[in-house]
């Protein structure tokens, strides 16, 4: 039984199509990554095979791009945007528009070790890193002319990612993206009547008053699969607390999160093997402060199923695990990924 449904946030319609589900071999399981790999650029002691790090979490009497560091923030080698103008342009002729595409992007390797990755590192190292990822978002909305900062993740041989080292990115852009762009309107017709207030609460409210995609919910955070969902078991997580940037979330916030995203993804794991998968930060770009309408929240997107020619051609995308099988899956799963994180 296939299903039109209606993202209540942004507007998008989706396929529902859950007959196409049960089909095990489409699931990409994977070996987890060797624990070492001499040649990988990220590993603890091959710092002269990367940029100069930016910014790393090291004791203060080691020197910078050394070993002796926790987590490492370096310029991507080969960056999505450039940091500096070219020295010409080929100019604009209508109706072809172009534009430098300038900015930041930025690796921040999560640990000095090739393995385990995010989900399975040590509690404490979560804490600190995820504190790490803030104030990498927060120096890249100071750099000037930047109009947004997205904070992604890649994992797998179907997210995209090259490199199986753990590590986070960051692209800071002077244009906002066309995704961030329509949640970004979303946000600005008020709450799902249109009066003023947080779109994203209302939506929130709602799953919580629904219960039924509702995976994890806490004093600090809820996470939920979407009604819409477009990709199988997607999960939003999303704080409590109404804040438009990720660059302000406080210390306890970052614990909470620290604890949950990686719970979420040990579960993912848990429920469906180890399949690839991208997690992302939404926030308004700077100078967003408290009263922006924008509420910052993580997206986890699996990536279990490759969009086929209807999908490509229609822009509308069809998943085939209903959003409501997908909670029940994970919240039992989630549970005992926090309860065995909890020590
Ligand atoms: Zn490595
Ligand atoms: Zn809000």
């Known amino acids: 039984m296939s299903e039109w449904r209606q993202d209540p946030f942004t507007g998008r319609w989706r396929i529902i199509a859950e007959g196409r589900s049960a089909r095990p071999d489409e699931y990409s399981v994977r070996a987890p990554p060797p624990a070492a790999d001499p040649g990988c650029p990220f590993c603890e002691g091959n710092e002269a095979r990367t940029p100069p790090e930016s910014a790393a979490l090291r004791p203060r009497n080691l020197p910078a791009d050394g070993p002796g560091w926790t987590a490492r923030a370096i310029p991507n080698r080969f960056p999505t945007v450039s940091r500096d103008a070219p020295p010409s342009m080929v100019p604009t002729v209508p109706p072809f528009e172009r534009a430098a595409a300038l900015g930041v992007h930025e690796v921040i390797v999560e ?9 399975y590192l040590a509690p404490e190292h979560l804490a600190s890193l995820f504190r790490f990822f803030r104030d990498r978002v927060g120096a890249a909305r100071t750099v000037p002319s930047i109009a947004s900062v997205l904070l992604f993740e890649n994992r797998g041989p179907d997210s995209g ?4 080292h753990p590590h986070a990115q960051l692209v800071a852009t002077r244009r906002v993206p066309s995704r961030i762009e329509e949640e970004r309107a979303a946000f600005s017709r008020g709450d799902l009547e249109g009066r003023p207030g947080c779109r994203l609460e209302a939506v929130v409210e709602s799953e919580r008053r629904a219960g039924e995609r ?3 919910d806490d004093e600090r955070f809820v996470a939920f699969v979407p ?13 409590r607390r109404h804040s438009p940037t990720f660059a302000e979330a406080d210390d306890r916030e970052l614990e909470s999160l620290a604890r949950l995203l990686p719970a979420v993804i040990r579960a993912l794991d848990a429920v469906r093997g180890r ?5 992302f930060v939404h926030e308004a770009g700077p100078p967003a402060r408290g009263a922006d309408p924008f ?4 997206e986890l997107a699996p990536r279990i199923v490759r969009p086929d020619g209807y999908e490509l051609g229609s822009g509308v995308s069809v998943n085939p695990v209903g959003p409501e099988a997908a909670a029940s899956d994970l919240r039992p799963a989630v549970a005992e990924a926090l309860g065995g994180s909890a020590q």
């Not at 640990?111 to 989900?119: E, I, N, V, Y």
């Not at 990612?161 to 199986?164: A, D, E, F, K, V």
């Open 227 to 239: 009604f819409a969902a477009e990709y199988p078991y997607e999960t939003w997580i999303v704080p």
């Open 275 to 279: 399949v690839s998968y991208n997690w």
């Open 111 to 119: 640990s000095p070790r090739h393995a385990p990755d995010l989900a």
């Open 161 to 164: 990612g090259t490199l199986p």
């Open 214 to 216: 509702v995976v994890h």
């Open 295 to 298: 509420h910052w929240h993580v």
